[in-house]
């Protein structure tokens, strides 16, 4: 074989396996989020600390509205301004625990209608905002439940 023959298959192959390496890494943050059914789910806000428990309709919308919302999800870059506006905790059919962290523009106003969650306790944090029309469901959980309001703080 010709040397010129041997640097092109040598530069291919490079190019290649860095593009593999790349790819393995990459690949798993692409992936949509798998969210089982959630079980004994509680909501808490988190400046006044109250906490109350869903009924069976609302952790059916709630889990409904995981379902519809598997993808998009972006590994969290850069730290939340806070822990969370709204945190919705509950567990999963093989018992690990789930958290949904939600921003409601009270603690970060420009984290409006963001939330965080991890797909198991390993994964990494995954981050997504969402329109008014996709965060409607989880603006009713929180409003309007019997909760007080309060202020900024």
Request: aromatic share 8%; hydrophobic share 40%; charged share 20%.
């Given at each position: 074989?010709?040397?010129?023959?041997?640097?092109?298959?040598?530069?291919?192959?490079?190019?290649?396996t860095t593009v593999a390496i790349i790819w393995t890494f990459a690949l798993p943050s692409l992936r949509p989020l798998k969210f089982e059914t959630?079980?004994?789910?509680?909501?808490?806000?988190?400046?006044?600390?109250?906490?109350?428990?869903?009924?069976?309709?609302?952790?059916?919308?709630?889990n409904r509205w995981l379902q519809g919302h598997k993808s998009h999800w972006a590994p969290l870059s850069s730290p939340a301004p806070s822990t969370g506006d709204v945190v919705i905790r509950g567990r999963n059919p093989d018992g690990g625990d789930f958290e949904l962290a939600l921003w409601t523009g009270i603690s970060g106003a420009d984290w409006n209608n963001t939330a965080i969650t991890r797909a198991n306790p390993k994964a990494r944090l995954k981050v997504q905002s969402?329109?008014?029309?996709?965060?409607?469901?989880?603006?009713?959980?929180?409003?309007?439940?019997?909760f007080q309001k309060t202020d900024v703080p």
């Amino acid at each position: 074989m010709r040397k010129e023959t041997l640097l092109v298959i040598g530069f291919v192959a490079l190019v290649l396996t860095t593009v593999a390496i790349i790819w393995t890494f990459a690949l798993p943050s692409l992936r949509p989020l798998k969210f089982e059914t959630l079980s004994d789910v509680t909501l808490t806000i988190e400046q006044t600390g109250q906490t109350r428990v869903l009924n069976a309709e609302e952790t059916g919308q709630l889990n409904r509205w995981l379902q519809g919302h598997k993808s998009h999800w972006a590994p969290l870059s850069s730290p939340a301004p806070s822990t969370g506006d709204v945190v919705i905790r509950g567990r999963n059919p093989d018992g690990g625990d789930f958290e949904l962290a939600l921003w409601t523009g009270i603690s970060g106003a420009d984290w409006n209608n963001t939330a965080i969650t991890r797909a198991n306790p390993k994964a990494r944090l995954k981050v997504q905002s969402f329109s008014d029309e996709d965060w409607a469901v989880l603006h009713h959980l929180i409003d309007g439940q019997g909760f007080q309001k309060t202020d900024v703080p």
